[in-house]
């Protein structure tokens, strides 16, 4: 595409461009620009016309705003797991205050149910100060999760797998990121929407408990490209191939907890790692050995086994030499298992911070990721990647935490009822 | 769970029994006559009830008419305050916004509704009987014209604005606040 597109139409001798060319064309393909045409967005909103110096009468053409999406709340399962990864994704933990028992947090649950239902469905929350700011849902999730505290003031069951991960060697962990009782992952393809609604329900939280931190992560702006690319980290990386997709026939078995305990029955678990990348040190290595440290391409993400993004790797293919052509100290070499049960469905998100004093940049990876069981998926691949991995030079976890993700619940319930109730 | 506030009786029943929130409103007629009691045409949507440690508090919605005769919602009475009034709010004398009673009650227009926000129209709780605290359910008792009543329940929810002075402040009456000018204040 050469043109630009704010170049006025009688500049570029749009005149030509309307005909043979459908208007989804002139609206959606880089092609309008490049023949000349300029595509104006038009003052209205949701409508988009296209200006021609020729005044040719070119109806304007409604646009549906993805704004206007939305993601069902009630289910088997909460919302916010398996829908293709929205572009923003805010994680919260809150601390419970000394004073919230059981009777409390069935009332704090039935509050933020009543919210996040309302809100991710593009209405205002009860007693919304700014009622203007949730019309635009735009695919917003919010997913509850309860910590190992949670779980003992509600007097449950605690999973076995729900307490701090056992310390790894790469661990640097700082407190102000680790931890937490209770936890809200607030989603949605806008950041307003997403500032809006995480506002409303720690409004909600404030006579239960207190922020412990927030973790803000970002991937490519919806309509970018094409819905269910692969994201790409700060490291440049195709960041998220090999996982389990919700159309997997083992995907259902590796998320969802089958009851263990019951209350969780529908549930799932989840990681959130916080990895500072240091981008600094990264660019000090060549193409040759990034490519090397994780085991795949940068191009297109292409295992250096193969041609396309989703060839398998070929883990027993060796260089003229002799050396394995995905090394055996590769990220996705150490992060692969025989065992087909240790698998997790990663949902990473990109974080950009302000650099510290003396750097220029404080960035990284929210490496989230759900699986049934902690100690019996996520546990043995970090355990791997903490003995050997190339990519663990560059990188360094600085903030973990685990919980319990509850089932969701159907109209009448709230999340946290098999607990609660 | 999303709050319901315009259910039926034999919902409930069922919700109130499952959850501490189920959230429905019930009629009752208060006299026998021919014509169905007002308050079945009445139903409030979206209801709640702004938390508070002690004093005054108010509850909000949208009260809609599903008649073809305008309804007047004359009083109103909870468990959780001693006295209630229907509340309006209005510009005084010096400019400021004053809530005060609504003088011959809340009339809500056939097949219309009545929208009860902050900073204008409510239903006062004068003085509570006991803290309000976030989450918890506060039952509502509506009367309308021909004495028979419209019941709902209300989610509390914290919320820091809804501050209007009361314009009978210095009115006898025990607000709890001890300020010269009383206010919705939740002590926080
Ligand atoms: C900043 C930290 C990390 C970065 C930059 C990173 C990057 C990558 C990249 C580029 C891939 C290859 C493409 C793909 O399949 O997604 C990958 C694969 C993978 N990563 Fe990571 N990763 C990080 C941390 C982790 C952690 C902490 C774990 C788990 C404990 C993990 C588990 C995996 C798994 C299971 C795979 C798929 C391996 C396979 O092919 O079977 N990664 N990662
Ligand atoms: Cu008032």
Redesign the pocket.
Known sequence: MTSDQNTPASATGAGRAGRGLSRRHLLFGGAAAGLGAAAAAGAGVGILTVQQSTAAVTPPVEVVPNGAETVPFYGAHQAGIAVIPQSHATHIAVDLAAGTDRASLVRMMQILTDDAARLSQGQHALADSEPELATVPARLTVTFGFGHEFVTRAAGVVPSWLRPLPAFGVDRLEDAWTGGDFLMIVAADDPLTVAHATRMLLKDTRSFGTVRWTQAGFRRAPGSEKPGTTMR?L?G???????PHTQDTDFDQLVWSQGDPAWMAGGTSFVL?R?H?NLDKWDLLDRSGREQS?G?DLAN?APLTGINETDE?DFTAVTPIGFPVIPEFS??RR??SDNPAER?H?RGYNYDDTPNPGSVSNS??L?GSYQADVDKQ?VP??KR?DDLDL?NEW?TPIGSAVFAIPPGCAETGFIGESLLA | MKFRTATTITALAAAAMLTLAGCAGTTTAAETSTAAPEADSLTIQDAWVKAADSGMSAAFGTLENASDTDLVVTGVESAASTTMQLHETVENESGAMVMREKDGGFTIPAGGSFELAPGGNHLMLMDLTAPITAGTDVDFTLTLEDGSTYEFTAPAKDYTGANENYEGGDMDMDMGTGTPTDSMDMGN
């Open positions: 980290n490291f990386q195709v960041d998220g191939t090999v996982n790692r990895i990348m994780v795949r993400g790797p990220h996705i992060a692969r997790i990663r990284g990876l490496f996520f691949i970090q990647l990519l990188i």
